[in-house]
């Protein structure tokens, strides 16, 4: 079965519309999608309404920023009630600490002699609450500052770059608490991402289960394919559903909707929450 649970829209960093998202799922011949924009719920009607019209199964997500041990972790949410208040209060919160942050990037690259990004990245952004790093990089691409995002990340916008400005995003329990609140499951995104040592990893694994976590990525567009067996055994450790996800985030990504490969076996597949026969 072709799963496909993390992906943007335009709604938070993607290139492309939450329905055009669904249109290239279903063209890619996924079966069971979910979308999950940054902090933000506000694709989700739309997305779901196409998917359903073209016969796609939709299961409804977010990614939400987290601050834990003074690094970035993103929570995957799915099954997710958008419409539950709570939830939608509970976001724009975490969105508002977009702005001041923007300002000091834009800043911090002022310094270093690039002008006009804030201008330039709000301009590619849709959603003026959710201006991420990835609308900072696309504009310092198209000023020729950089070729690719990769770049852009190295020199300029990673952990320890001259215009990386650390954030306080939510907290791991209230990630989880608040997927929970609206009738969701909790994801690990892409652990293969994070500089974390291993006993950090042990305890992120370990809290994350205390709390009600439900499920960790496994494959995804992030990880290298040796990192599928790695987080393979953590799933089956500690006692995690298994995701799948390419992180679509349009054409500029590695990976395509759709493309990943099937799970290693032996893990038990956390849409089978949602769909029938798996
Ligand atoms: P933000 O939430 O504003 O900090 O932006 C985070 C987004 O930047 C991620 O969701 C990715 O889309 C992108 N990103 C972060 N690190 C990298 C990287 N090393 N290479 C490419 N994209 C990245
Ligand atoms: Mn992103
Ligand atoms: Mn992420
Ligand atoms: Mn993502």
């Not at 993390?6 to 279903?26: F, I, K, N, W």
């Not at 796609?56 to 539950?84: A, R």
């Not at 800043?107 to 270093?112: D, E, G, K, R, V």
Request: aromatic fraction near 8%; hydrophobic fraction near 40%; charge should be negative.
């Amino acid at each position: 079965m072709n799963v496909d649970l993390h992906s943007h829209s335009t709604v938070s960093d993607g290139l492309l519309l939450p329905v055009e998202v669904a249109q290239r799922a279903h063209r890619n011949g996924v079966q069971v999608w979910a979308l999950t924009d940054h902090d933000e719920v506000g694709g989700l009607a739309q997305a779901q309404s196409e998917a359903e019209r073209l016969g796609m199964q939709f299961i409804p997500g977010v990614e939400i920023s987290v601050t834990w041990l003074n690094k970035t972790v993103h929570i995957v949410g799915l099954g997710i009630n958008y419409q539950c208040p709570e939830l939608q209060e509970a976001l724009r919160q975490v969105r508002t600490g977009r702005m001041p942050r923007s300002e000091k990037i834009a800043q911090a690259l002022a310094n270093m002699g690039i002008e006009g990004a804030l201008e330039g990245a709000s301009a590619l952004a849709s959603n003026p609450e959710l201006v991420s790093r990835t609308h900072f990089a696309r504009f310092l691409i198209e000023q020729g500052h950089c070729s690719d995002i990769q770049e852009v990340f190295n020199k300029y916008l990673g952990e320890g770059c001259p215009a990386y400005v650390p954030m306080q995003w939510a907290r791991l329990e209230e990630a989880v608490r608040w997927i929970h609140e609206a009738g969701g499951v909790a994801v690990i995104a892409h652990p293969g991402r994070y500089r974390f040592t291993p006993l950090q990893f042990d305890l992120l694994f370990n809290t994350f289960k205390e709390l009600g976590g439900e499920g960790i990525e496994v494959v995804t567009g992030s990880h290298e394919p040796h990192q599928y067996q790695e987080y393979a055994r953590v799933a089956r450790q500690y006692g995690f559903e298994a995701s799948v996800g390419s992180d679509f985030h349009g054409i500029e990504g590695r990976m395509d909707l759709g493309e990943l490969p099937p799970l290693p076996a032996g893990l038990t597949p956390i849409w089978q929450r949602w769909v029938e026969g798996v």
